[in-house]
């Protein structure tokens, strides 16, 4: 792309490159957690970051996570915490016969943001937020996506889901690619109902998703599900180092650690549903695991029954479901990927139960 680095990236091993993120051994807060590769220091930098971006050090410099240090999520213009119960139905009107019709208007937009203290990252958004929205609907709604190109980088948005090739955002087949500045609109019917995702398919694949183009769809069953507090999870990293080669970040909804520090406010007894999709790049597998307790877990969310009782899943990219779960105890309970070097460079947090 045009804003890589002129030279050919800097080459080290995907786990030297990561655990040189992160060194010594201090505890994140007073949650009492010590993170197995400690705290960012002055003392790690970096690859070369794309050209433009120099200014900050191409990324650690300075940063730390030491004293439960966090990101200006004001200045980012998004929080994990709202992302979490913030569902997008759309402008919704209905035809002459009846039938649902949902619209949106999403902009693809580049955006600085702070991942962790002090390191910025060139980040390619869905509506100036990584995960892009939530977007939610009902199966058989008339669906109308306006999207929006105000990247100076072309781009698509691909769904998954049931819809004709013309709508598949995939480059030289229907509108193709959306070069800067130009829009178009998705038109397809919402099916089959599940936990899905968004993102943009646009060559180098692997750049654009792991910039943060992605976000989570969810088509709802014909009837509703049982009443439950909902939640969106979205696994994913960030490759600072913009090598190709590994992540030296992983978090859920935008940012590593976040719900460490704001734990995911849960009551004690109520069903709480987890739509829970993994668009990690550069990893080939990511999962979920939650303490002192167990979930249903329902595959892509397309069948009203659970395939497994458990208490960990694993997803590769694009895969997703829904984990369903009542804590019957009040307290805290963490909840992280179940591969130890994911959970020590930002991937875990903390179920807070009250009541």
């Excluded at 007073?30 to 220091?41: C, D, S, Y």
């Excluded at 930098?45 to 200006?72: E, I, L, N, Q, S």
């Excluded at 497994?308 to 369903?324: F, K, L, N």
């Amino acid at each position: 792309m045009s804003d890589r680095p002129d030279g050919p990236p800097q080459r080290t091993s995907a786990s030297t490159s990561r655990r040189a993120f992160l060194a010594g051994g201090a505890a994140l807060g007073a949650v009492g957690v010590t993170l197995g590769a400690g705290a960012l220091t002055r003392s790690a930098p970096v690859a070369a970051a794309p050209a433009g971006h120099a200014a900050h050090g191409g990324g650690v410099d300075g940063a730390t996570f030491r004293a439960g240090g966090t990101v200006d999520h004001d200045a980012n213009g998004f929080s994990p915490t709202e992302t979490l119960r913030d569902f997008d139905y759309g402008s919704v009107s209905l035809t002459a016969d009846g039938r649902t019709v949902r619209e949106w208007v999403v902009a693809a937009n580049d955006l600085e943001i702070e991942v962790a203290p002090g390191v910025r990252f060139p980040a390619w958004t869905f509506n100036a937020r990584v995960p892009g929205p939530t977007l939610r609907c009902r199966q058989g709604d008339l669906l109308r996506v306006r999207f929006l190109n105000g990247s100076a980088h072309p781009h698509t948005m691909h769904f998954h889901g049931i819809h004709p090739a013309d709508m598949d955002g995939v480059p030289l087949i229907g509108p193709g690619v959306i070069a800067p500045g130009e829009s178009f609109t998705y038109t397809f019917e919402a099916e089959p109902f599940g936990v899905h995702l968004y993102h943009c398919h646009v060559g180098p694949l692997a750049e654009h998703i792991a910039r943060g183009m992605y976000g989570t769809f969810i088509i709802d069953p014909p009837q509703d599900r049982p009443p439950a507090d909902e939640l969106v999870m979205v696994m994913h990293g960030y490759n600072t180092t913009f090598d190709g080669e590994g992540n030296q970040l992983y978090a859920v909804n935008g940012i590593p650690f976040h719900y460490m520090h704001e734990p995911v406010q849960v009551r004690r007894g109520e069903l709480v549903r987890i739509y829970l999709v993994n668009i990690l790049e550069y990893d080939p597998i990511n999962s979920f695991h939650l303490h002192g307790n167990f979930f249903d877990y329902y595959p892509t969310g397309t069948r009203l029954e659970p395939s497994e009782y458990t208490d960990t899943v694993v997803q590769a990219q694009g895969q997703r479901g829904i984990c369903e779960v009542r804590f019957p105890h009040p307290g805290r309970y963490m909840f992280h990927a179940h591969k130890t070097e994911f959970a020590d460079l930002g991937w875990m947090g903390f179920f807070e139960v009250s009541g």
